[in-house]
Every structure is written in structure tokens, then in C-alpha cells.
């Protein structure tokens, strides 16, 4: 499985925000959206990433508020980004390694979309219910909706 299906089955709604952005405006839009990042773009180019963890860090450097920060004050200006072409189990392997919860999704310089741990995992257990009605179509005979007994 590729990102690509991930983007497909999740569909391609983007928000972005850019660096100059009040940071409470960006956090209003990921509240109002139920969403835990945003992808920053200037330009039309990506140059960071705005994920609740900065948002946090930012909150506790300006003494538990939000102030007058702007985006770029608290986002990642380096994030880790993904191509649509990469296999399921890398994207695994970046966000884990990385400690990333989101990734932007790059096709040459155009951003295609967000993948968060949470649509990587959904995939991943699709995947694996769908392989297992297919194993328990292929044993004939297997009783519907039951389990193996336990040995």
C-alpha cells in the first residue's frame, strides 16, 4: 500500500495557513476543524508544519498564553514530508523514527495532502481485516464470525 491510497480513501481536503498568520488565528481554524495540524505555505511553497505539540511549546514559552506569536514563531520549519509513491511501512518507519504525527504529502514541490498516525494506522488495520476475511474465505468451511478455538 502507498500513500497515494491513503490520500485516496481520506480524500484531499488541505488547510494551510501561512508564517505570517497569527498563531490563535491558526489555532482557531484547527479547533474549528477538529484537525491536529495545519500545513504552512508562503508563497505556494511548503515551509513548515503547525502540529498541537508547537502550539503548546509556544504557549508555555510565552508564559501559558498565546500572545502576539505568529505561526512562524512556533512551527517546524524543517518537517519531514512524504511522496505519494512511498510504501505504507516507510511512512511507519519516518513517523516513528521522526516522533511525527503528521506528514505532508509532496509531488515535486506541490503539496498533495496530509497523512497523520492515524490514517497510517487505520490503513494498516483495513488492511489487515480485509487479508483476514480473505484467509477465512479461502479455508472452506470456516464458521462466519467465530474465532479459532484456543489450543
Not at 491510497?5 to 488547510?15: A, E, S
Not at 511549546?57 to 512562524?72: D, M
Not at 512524504?82 to 506541490?110: C, F, I, K
Amino acid at each position: 500500500m502507498k500513500v497515494s491510497d491513503i490520500l485516496r480513501v481520506k480524500g484531499n481536503t488541505l488547510f494551510t495557513v501561512t508564517s505570517q498568520d497569527p498563531l490563535a488565528q491558526a489555532v482557531q481554524v484547527m479547533a474549528d476543524n477538529d484537525i491536529g495540524s495545519l500545513v504552512v505555505m508562503d508563497q505556494g511553497k511548503l515551509v513548515g508544519m503547525l502540529t498541537f505539540r508547537e502550539v503548546i511549546q509556544q504557549v508555555v514559552k510565552n508564559g501559558g498564553a498565546i500572545g502576539a506569536s505568529l505561526v512562524r514563531d512556533a512551527m517546524d520549519s524543517q518537517p519531514h514530508t512524504s511522496g505519494m509513491d512511498t510504501e505504507l511501512d516507510e511512512v511507519r518507519r519516518m513517523m516513528l523514527e521522526h516522533h511525527a504525527r503528521y506528514l505532508p504529502v509532496m509531488q515535486d514541490l506541490m503539496l498533495m495532502g496530509v497523512i497523520s498516525f492515524y490514517d497510517v494506522a487505520k490503513a494498516v488495520v483495513d488492511s489487515q481485516d480485509f487479508e483476514n476475511k480473505m484467509l477465512k474465505a479461502y479455508i472452506r468451511d470456516w464458521p462466519e464470525g467465530q474465532e479459532a478455538a484456543k489450543s
